[in-house]
């Protein structure tokens, strides 16, 4: 069993920055992906960014390239979302995610993902 819990969010004011943490703990496996989704309310749960298991390779979404920078941390099992230049649209609830593969770094389908931590709000006032 996996336990992903995440630290950070809050609320900030747009242009602002914000830094989100993940932190695996219990049985891993050394070869997963990892990911950050978000919520927003009253939406369907959306892709933000993903990382390799090695941290080689990365993906964003549209909303969020060039803002956004994902980064893990494998010795401390820690995955990262640093946010700059946040805008009222990415008020959300984050959650981080993992998915066992080495090779497959964004699963097709967000139902794919192994585990999910229980998520952190941030909040962007205008």
């Known amino acids: 069993q996996v336990q992903l819990v995440e630290s950070g969010g809050g609320l900030v004011q747009a242009g602002d920055s914000l830094t989100l943490t993940c932190a695996a703990s219990?049985?891993?496996?050394?070869?997963?992906?990892m990911s950050w989704i978000r919520q927003a309310p009253g939406q369907e749960r959306e892709f933000v960014a993903s990382?390799?298991?090695?941290?080689?390779?990365?993906y964003y979404s549209d909303s969020v390239a060039g803002r956004f920078t994902i980064s893990r941390d494998k010795t401390k099992k820690t995955l990262y979302l640093q946010m700059n230049n946040l805008k009222p649209e990415d008020t959300a609830v984050y959650y981080c995610?993992?998915?066992?593969?080495?090779?497959?770094?964004?699963?097709?389908?967000?139902?794919?993902?192994?585990?999910w931590g229980q998520g952190t709000q941030v909040t962007v006032s205008s």
């Open positions: 219990g049985r891993a496996f050394s070869t997963y992906s």
């Open positions: 990382i390799s298991w090695n941290g080689g390779d990365a």
């Open positions: 995610a993992l998915y066992y593969s080495e090779t497959i770094v964004r699963p097709t389908n967000l139902n794919e993902y192994d585990y």
